[in-house]
């Protein structure tokens, strides 16, 4: 083995550094301050704080599945825009191994969201697990939980699809760096760089959450790698659609046969880059709650493989009016309490059906006789009919005579 000397051996222990302190939790004091942001995010400021619950957290729950989890000890990739800790509501999300993978090999924890619209990463991380303060209405429903940040794109110009070799390493450093989520709120194309990275997802027993995709113009829309959860090999894998308020599916969510389960996905809020709240939709904020709900139920059922993860959420999901699977809903509208909570058997989607004991006949006397009877009513029927034959027989015989008669008598006079 050769040994490193001077200035190459000091790069290469930089280097190391470098990917140490990237892969530590990052505290709160160890983020920018808003001024050092300023220069390279052109960010929105949000809204005013919601003073009320959001109407998403009331409709899933929250307060209810917090009793029995709140995501502890379960660590959630969110491979995305990145993640800018400066919002109240961010700076306390526990992240760990934060990475850029745009630039490898050593990107470290350069994960700056400068998505134009509020930070899409940073919504979709929050949505997960920001944790609850005093005064605000919003809160992520696995507020326990642990995001591990991935940048996989620069999200200025608002292009959520395309580079599949890039997400690809995203993936794998995620699988690598001992998630047990992936939340992909994103599409992009079917590749062999894509489809490895999630198998090598499935080998190492990760759920894999992912948007169905949005229709957004006259195109046709990008299926993947939402597709993918369609296939049965990829049994981790589960595709979410967008419900609104009044539980029907969002307009702007993609079906297919491939969809798992949906949930809220329509006016769905969440912090800022740095200050305020903005109004979310898209199926990019459904998948969430559903990569949430599944850090609740790892928190609660930690011998669960992923696909029986995956076949909680899909069995426990509230039935929504339609025959399930349905291409916009799946199985259902998420439900987290009862993700956490139901008793039953993990290997199937559904209950086994049970089957009912045999009922026994009941013991009930022998019927009459009554072949006397039906021969007695035949005989007589038969005579009644004989009787009415003989009867009008001899009317028309009479009538007959006497017409013979009236003839003979008429011509004799002649």
């Known amino acids: ?191 062999p760089e894509l489809r490895a990275a999630l198998e090598h997802a499935r080998r190492k027993d990760v759920v894999v959450v992912i948007a169905s995709g949005n ?36 307009s702007f969510s993609v079906t297919g046969d491939y969809v798992g389960v949906s949930a809220p996905g329509n006016d769905i809020v969440t912090p800022t880059q740095i200050e305020g709240y903005a109004a979310r939709k898209g199926t990019s904020f459904a998948a969430p709650f559903v990569s949430a709900t599944a850090a609740l139920i790892l928190e609660r059922h930690p011998d669960l493989s992923a696909a029986e993860v995956v076949n909680r959420i899909k069995a426990t999901a509230d039935r929504p009016g339609v025959s399930v699977p349905d291409d916009g809903y799946g199985w259902g509208i998420v439900n987290p309490y009862l993700a956490v909570t139901a008793e039953r058997d993990d290997s199937r989607i559904l209950p086994k059906a049970q089957s009912a004991p045999p009922v026994p006949a009941p013991d009930l006397p022998d019927p009459p006789d009554h072949t006397l009877r039906d021969r007695a009513y035949a005989v007589a029927a038969g005579l009644l009919g004989a009787g009415l034959l003989f009867a009008v027989g001899s009317v028309a015989w009479r009538h007959t005579a006497e017409r013979r008669q009236a003839d003979s008598g008429a011509s004799s006079s002649r």
């Open 215 to 250: 229709l957004e113009g006259d195109g046709p829309p990008e299926t993947y790698p939402a597709e993918y959860a369609g296939e049965k090999e990829f049994d981790n894998l589960i595709a979410v659609g967008a419900t609104d308020a009044f539980d029907q599916l969002a």
């Open 1 to 191: 083995m050769s040994k490193l000397h001077g200035p190459m051996r000091r790069i290469n222990l930089a280097a190391a550094l470098a990917f140490a302190l990237g892969s530590l939790v990052v505290p709160a004091w160890a983020a920018p301050s808003p001024a050092a942001v300023a220069p390279t995010c052109q960010v929105a400021k949000g809204g005013d704080a919601p003073a009320e619950i959001p109407w998403a957290q009331q409709r899933l729950g929250f307060d209810r599945v917090h009793q029995f989890a709140t995501g502890r000890g379960v660590t959630v990739a969110v491979v995305d825009s990145g993640l800018t800790q400066l919002h109240p509501q961010t700076r306390t999300i526990a992240i760990t191994k934060p990475f850029n993978v745009m630039r490898p090999p050593l990107g470290g924890a350069d994960i700056l969201d400068c998505e134009k619209e509020g930070g899409h990463g940073t919504g979709v991380a929050s949505v997960i697990a920001s944790p609850q303060q005093d005064g605000f209405g919003f809160m992520g429903l696995a507020p326990d939980a642990t995001i591990m940040p991935i940048k996989f794109l620069d999200s200025a110009a608002m292009d959520f699809g395309g580079d599949s070799p890039t997400l690809a390493r995203g993936i794998t450093l995620a699988v690598d760096g001992g998630a047990d989520i992936i939340n992909l709120s994103l599409t992009a194309s079917d590749t």
